[in-house]
């Protein structure tokens, strides 16, 4: 029963971007359409290429602690599910709010589109948030 799931992440550090990236992908590879909605330090560090970053001495212990367990990290998976299918978007409105140009945001996203397509894409879909 496969269908669509939203992904709005609003912070990129290690633990959301995990949580996201591994029910992304997991999702993805289950067959749901799957689209990541950046947001806000989300966008940014997605933009920069530091999308998953332990930002706290918590984050980097569990990084640390989930690549001695072999768990690859967000950054990977999101690449991973993006190959499966899932895209990453964010709305137009959210770059100018947080300063990434166009040309930024075109190495680093698949599609930016207004809110109200944003908005439709939540029709009967599952929407988690981070």
């Keep these: 029963m496969a269908g669509r799931v939203l992904f709005f992440l609003q912070h990129g550090g290690y633990q959301p971007a995990y949580q996201a990236a591994s029910m992304g992908i997991t999702a993805a590879a289950l067959g749901d359409t799957v689209l990541f909605v950046f947001a806000f330090d989300s966008l940014r560090q997605l933009v920069r290429g530091d999308f998953g970053r332990p930002q706290s001495d918590r ?3 569990e990084s640390a602690r ?3 367990l072999g768990l690859p990290p967000p950054a ?3 690449a991973e599910a993006r190959g499966l299918g899932a895209r990453c ?3 137009d409105s959210m770059l ?9 945001a075109a190495q680093a996203l698949d599609e930016v589109m207004g809110l109200p397509a944003l908005w439709r894409l ?3 879909a599952r929407v988690l948030s981070f």
């Design 59 to 61: 984050e980097a212990v």
């Design 66 to 68: 989930a690549e001695g």
């Design 76 to 78: 990977t998976m999101l």
């Design 89 to 91: 978007v964010a709305c």
């Design 96 to 104: 100018r709010i947080v300063g990434v140009s166009a040309d930024e």
């Design 122 to 124: 939540t029709d009967g």
